[in-house]
């Protein structure tokens, strides 16, 4: 009875809501366990297309536990939103989704203090000064907007506080303290039912034989601890995340599952290694359709990074790869594959610990051949072009982790799983 955690090895979008909504069907109980509606995973089902930004991809799937674990900053109005978008196309969000009483409230006061991180360029859903009134100790916590009074005086405390601060910084916008109490004290009579102690349903989950799976958001690269800090997201979107984000310890998880593009991308300022500013990465763009599902913005596109990937395979301890999007490489003569970082013309074997560092770094890449054969589609690992095989054992190779899976498309059934894989073996 597996448990696994799945999760970004770049800097996010790495086609995670896809592959958990496909994989769900074997697993009782999805949890998401950091982050907040900064995510945004597209999952498409038949002719219908989803864009799940705090509700787990596993939602999807009829009869499934869909959580927000206690890891979580959650604004209440884009959480109903996005239930109510759900419920019109027949989804029993109430009768699935749990939300934990622990996860943290977002205010609009969040959104109000962004205004000093805009320059890493943030998805402006406030994110970061939430997580920063967490570990400030004066967070407000969903099981306190589940207590009018408590609430109330404590959102009145914050925002007097909060609008100190940005009158002395110049980024005050006035909120009206009544109104957005109780709009937020209607939203929790509408969430109220789906709250509760998530750590202990999903330990229980698994004492009765049930299985988990742990889905990651943004990716390693964009960690607060292990990614390109400071232009990063505020939680810990790697494998560590997972147990504090979920209540679950990491006795109890069996596999770790990265995700990959077979590519790069990133969105948002920050170091990029391996980033192609000409027209080839506009190239890339448009075939990948690579524009951020909740802000829009374009992303930033490269070459697949084989240091990078050992890395997060290092932090996360991937039993396997699912790389994803094989198909936008398709029309390609050859396909550069960084394998070596230098710096001052010398190799390095660590990742730079700070961003000057990264930006230092000269790839060093080896050009494969393309395979000039559309694969979009396939479902057979046999069935691709032997360049295609090739590039994907050179990465495998490279890495030191196996490719377990490779999706071929944005539909469920545009997938191939590698039989005999380690990741095989985890979704028995
Ligand atoms: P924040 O998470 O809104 O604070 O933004 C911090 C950084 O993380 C910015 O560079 C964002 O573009 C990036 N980011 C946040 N969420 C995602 C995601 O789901 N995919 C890709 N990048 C993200």
Known sequence: MSNVVILGAQWGDEGKGKIVDLFADTFDVVIRYQGGHNAGHTVKVGDRTF???????????????????????????????????????????????RISNRAQVILPLHRMMEKMSEAIGTTWRGIGPSYEDKTGRRGIRIADLMEPAAFSSMFEALLAEKEK??????????TVFAQVRDEYLRHAERLRPMVCDTARLVNQAIDSGKRVMFEGAQGTMLDIDHGTY????????????????AGVPPTRIHGVIGISKAYITRVGAGPFPTED?????????????EFGSVTGRPRRCGWFDVPLLRYTAMVNGFDSLVVTKLDV?????EIPVCVEYRMDGEEIQEMPATCRGIERI???????????????????????????????AFLETEMGVEVGCISTGPERNQTILIPGSKLAKLLA
């Open 165 to 174: 601060i940005a009158r002395a910084l110049g980024i005050y916008q006035e």
């Open 277 to 289: 500013k000409t027209e080839m990465g506009d190239h890339i763009r448009n075939i990948g359709r």
């Open 329 to 333: 490489l398709d029309d390609l003569a």
């Open 230 to 245: 400071p232009f990063v997201t505020s939680s810990s979107a790697s494998v560590g995340g997972a147990c504090t984000g």
């Open 51 to 97: 864009v799940l930004k705090l509700i787990p991809s596993g939602i999807l799937r009829p009869g499934k536990i869909a959580v927000i674990g206690n890891g979580l900053v959650v604004d209440p109005a884009a959480l109903i939103q996005e239930i109510e978008t759900l419920e019109k196309t027949g989804v029993d969000v109430s009768g699935q989704l």
């Open 362 to 392: 000269q790839p060093v890449y080896e050009k494969l051949p393309g395979w000039n054969t559309p694969t979009a589609g396939l479902t057979h690992y046999d069935d691709l072009p032997s360049n295609a095989k090739d590039y994907l």
